[in-house]
């Protein structure tokens, strides 16, 4: 077979991974031990991250007139893919796992259609996830109504009922 048949296999399936994707991150993996990666690689598969390493060539391939092909002047050196369907989720994982392992770096990403460098991929992983952002807000939409609900029922408490 020809070089071009083994590679189309390979583009193919990154095509098909970025396919519909929210976040593309590519970090530099050189340095993390053997521990350290099958732990960066079971968090981000409990987050629902799809992670891989592949060849620089064969990225750029696949994202040839894509958002994604933004992502072209980071692949240099050894390059892992770390692409997730729903938001930024992999981008704070990887941001997160790389607070303990400073050999993983993060070198660029694309979330929802916007290039980001380092220091913006680190920013969005900063940002907390949607779910606690609902969190937050439904909380701070209660505070207000339990209070005034106590205020009430402590004003029924000192009046008198009248018969």
Known sequence: MAKIELKQPVVQEITDLLNGAATAVVVDYRGLTVEQDTRLRKALREAGVTYKVYKNTMIRLATKGT???ALNPDLEGPTALAVSKDDATAARVLFNFAKTADKL??????VEGVYYDTNG????AAIPSKEELLGRLLGSMQSPI??????????????????
């Open 67 to 69: 958002e994604f092909e």
């Open 105 to 110: 770096e993060l070198k660029a990403g694309i």
């Open 121 to 124: 991929i680190k920013a969005i």
């Open 146 to 163: 339990t209070n005034f609900a106590r205020v009430l029922n402590q004003i029924a408490e000192k009046t008198p009922a009248e018969a």
